[in-house]
């Protein structure tokens, strides 16, 4: 048994605790373990999905028990079954990279092809092939570049993004949201909002890091990695995928930093990278520097700081400057400011003779000073007018190209895209704008079944019976961030 613990979790073989199924709390964020946040994969079930989830479990176990050590066998966990659950997990309909080979065309004769590549792996005859490069826009009219890898590249990916997840969601912060199994965008929106309401704070520090993806630095993400990753096969595989490089107009481009937006091992190697460049040291500057409270919330390299003392702020973003300098990166002139907010920030600001306070922009929402209706603090997050202004136009470029197939048709494509708009929107204080998004979009809708011909005459009383009857109507669909968060985290942790 010593020995066989020692095979498969490739550490310093040590006694595992009597009730290993019991996680034990996080030594830096004192927060009981996170519990099923990453013992169910979000895939397809299969036959051996039982036999990968405890193999795993024990690398997380051990994990949490030793946080100094290094796995260093790792590798024998991408056989077939965790190759198959991985295959099950991407996307049926993605666009197919350099290789041409789409999710179906691999289906079809998926066994031998996974032992296939499972024997390339073990054996070293697994090569990388580059990312097809493809831009997609943003609201703010530039255009961004996505690396769209190979079929079976995503695959093994995805298959070593699992096994790390075992490892790193021991190490991760609290505080630390982006791309995490069984964190959410709205987990992050309620941190903030509950930091916001229950803490003091009365400065914003919203910080964006330029060009992120391009700028990570090769060389100190594999050193972050070694850390805790000391088996070499597991290593090299994620050095193959960086230096694979990118195909652009039938040519290759290598770079020596950044790595693809689009690639499923990219949101894992940038948290990697972000916690020991980040999230460590903002903990530690603020148990040490900071003179007053201080809350952290940080979506991938969107990081929002929340501050009692002025000076604490003006401090930390310019320790910050310096600290992501050092490894290569850069925070965003523009986009990262230094603001007067909380429940003091209108009186005082009136005192000064200067107007409302200033807003800031996180995850899709913009969050606002506002009043209740007793006149006490609360803070108002509504959809971003560019996000929502952005969503208006594809919903007309898909109306106009869609104008001449029946209306029962119609009326069901738009139910599916406003549905999944208040999915995510539907959030209290938001409900005027999801008003008006429903507005826009019935107005769009009239719009574009007049132009189907020169004598049709639709009227503003049938497109209202037809938006009735297809488009779900506005209304609160999350609960407020306070009960959500003390659902989620059962203790009040101001650390958190």
């Known amino acids: 048994m010593h020995e066989r613990q020692k095979s498969d979790l490739g550490v310093v073989a040590l006694k595992l605790a009597n009730k290993p199924g019991q996680p034990g709390a996080e030594s830096v964020e004192r927060r009981p373990g996170a ?12 036959q051996g999905r039982a036999g990968v989830s405890q193999r795993l479990d024990r690398v997380r176990q051990a994990a949490r028990q030793r946080k100094k050590e290094r ?29 041409g080979i789409e999710w179906r065309d691999y289906e079809e004769d998926l066994e031998n092809r996974l ?44 298959a070593v993004v699992e096994v790390l997840n075992a490892v790193y969601e021991a190490d991760f912060l609290g505080f630390s949201y982006g791309f995490r199994p069984g964190r959410r965008q709205h987990d992050a929106l309620d941190a903030l909002a509950v930091g916001i309401m229950r803490t003091k704070v009365n400065y914003i520090v919203d910080a964006d890091v330029e060009k992120f993806f391009d700028r990570i630095s090769h060389e100190w993400l594999m050193r972050f990695l070694e850390h805790r990753i000391g088996d070499p096969r597991i290593l090299r595989l994620i050095r193959k995928w960086l230096k694979a490089g990118v195909m652009e107009g039938g040519a290759v481009t290598q770079a020596e930093t950044g790595t693809p937006q689009g690639a499923v091992i990219s949101p894992l190697l940038a948290n990697v990278y972000l916690h020991y460049v980040f999230d460590l040291w903002a903990l530690q500057w603020r148990h040490r520097h900071a003179q007053g409270n201080m809350i952290i919330v940080r979506y991938a ?52 003779g200067l107007g409302k306070p200033e807003t800031f922009n996180f995850l899709g929402f913009t969050h606002i000073c506002g009043r209740t209706r007793n006149g006490a603090f609360a803070l108002q997050r509504l959809t971003r007018r560019d996000r929502m202004q952005a969503a208006l136009c594809r919903i007309k470029v898909q109306l106009h190209r869609n104008r001449h197939h029946a209306i029962p048709e119609q009326g ?26 429903r507005h826009h979009v019935v107005r769009a809708w009239l719009w574009a079944l007049r132009r189907r011909s020169q004598k049709d005459s639709f009227s503003w009383d049938r497109i ?8 779900p109507s506005p209304r609160v ?3 407020w961030p306070e009960r959500r968060f003390a659902v989620t985290h059962p203790r009040w942790e101001p650390g958190a």
């Open 115 to 158: 032992i296939d590549l499972r024997d390339r792996l073990h054996r070293g005859a697994y090569r990388a092939l580059p990312s097809r490069r493809q831009y997609i826009a943003k609201p703010d009219g530039t255009r961004r570049p996505l690396g769209i890898a190979a079929l079976e590249d995503k695959i093994v990916q995805r």
């Open 412 to 437: 069901a494509q738009l139910r599916q895209v406003v549905q999944g708009y208040f999915a995510y929107h539907a959030v209290p204080t938001n409900a005027r704008r999801m008003s008006s998004f």
């Open 301 to 352: 390299d969107d990081s929002v700081v929340g501050c009692e003392r002025l000076d604490d702020a003006e401090r930390f973003l310019a320790a910050m400057r310096e600290r992501m300098e050092r490894f290569g990166l850069s925070v965003h002139a523009q986009k990262t400011r230094l603001i007067e907010f909380g429940r003091h920030a209108a009186r005082r600001r009136a005192e000064r």
């Open 71 to 99: 796995f260093t066998a790792l590798f024998h966990h991408l056989d077939v079954d965790l190759l198959r659950e991985s295959f099950f997990w991407l996307q049926r309909k993605a666009a197919p990279g350099v290789d």
């Open 477 to 479: 669909l999350h609960p």
């Open 35 to 46: 519990k099923g946040n990453t013992v169910g994969l979000r895939t397809r079930r299969t």
């Open 464 to 471: 209202k019976r037809l938006a009735d009857h297809w488009l």
